[in-house]
């Protein structure tokens, strides 16, 4: 599995599991390969078979959610990342997979309070710091995001996400400099992310660069032709700047 010979190890679970039919052990790492090669429903046949032997493990409780959370079955995910948690408080991945979709399903309050939960237990977990950060942005505390963003990207300084949506929650708050400095510190690794540059475009706009602007929005439409927002950003600086040639031409 770790070689990603996926079928070869196929073929090993299933004399595994045909050798030692009530071995939960096996019935779970094979239910998670059976998910990596998106055979969701024998997945969750063999992990079902695996929580009937061994109720009282969290881990393998997760491991169901996350298969129900590739079937697309969010409800019932949710259920079952509650009980892995409920079994397992050490579990931090769970609070992590739960926040997301409690958030999934319009639940964004419910969803921070996981998060902070999984916190308690590991306060530098980069993505439970990052998902809070997204929740707190989604509801207006742009300052509050930037503190989780910036805690994030502490475990994880590299990290394109963190620094994308730390660029824009800096922006929110007037700071188009500090905005600036961190998208180009994004693209100085990834010269052709195309959302950077769309957010540093947009945050040169705010600053009255309108040549820069536009070569940036152009930049990443040169990346990603099909990237609308980008687009729509590029006509509606050329609108309000009352270009409306370049605007019709865009």
């Not at 790492?29 to 998106?38: G, H, P, Q, S």
């Not at 927002?229 to 590029?234: M, R, V």
Request: glycine share 4%; with cysteine; charged share 25%.
């Amino acid at each position: 599995t770790q070689m990603r010979k996926y079928p070869e190890a196929a073929k090993t679970y299933r004399v595994a599991a045909s050798l030692e039919p009530r071995n939960p052990e096996i019935l779970n790492n094979f239910a998670v390969l059976l998910k990596l090669r998106e055979q969701t429903d024998e997945a969750l046949a063999i992990v079902n078979r695996a929580i009937r032997l061994a109720p009282e493990r969290g881990d393998i409780c997760y491991n169901h959610a996350n298969i129900l959370k590739q079937a697309g079955n969010l409800q019932d995910a949710a259920i079952w990342y509650r009980r892995a948690i409920s079994l397992d408080q050490s579990l931090v991945p769970a609070y992590n997979n739960l926040g997301t979709m409690l958030e999934k399903l319009g639940k964004p309050d419910e969803a921070e309070t996981v998060y902070r939960q999984g916190l308690a237990i590991d306060p530098s977990h980069p993505t439970l710091n990052y998902n809070l950060g997204i929740v707190q942005d989604q509801t207006g505390r742009s300052e509050d995001a930037e503190n989780s963003f910036r805690q994030a990207l502490r475990s994880r300084p590299t990290w394109s996400d963190g620094l994308n949506n730390l660029g824009i929650v800096l922006q929110k708050q007037g700071r188009e400099d500090e905005s600036i400095d961190v998208l180009n510190r994004l693209l100085e690794r990834e010269p052709t992310n195309p959302q950077a540059k769309n957010n540093l475009a947009f945050a040169y706009v705010k600053q009255g660069n309108i040549a820069e602007a536009e070569k940036h929005y152009r930049d990443a439409l040169a990346e990603d032709p099909k990237y609308t927002k980008a687009l729509l950003n590029l006509e509606q600086m050329y609108v309000d700047s009352g270009d409306y040639s370049s605007a019709e031409m865009s």
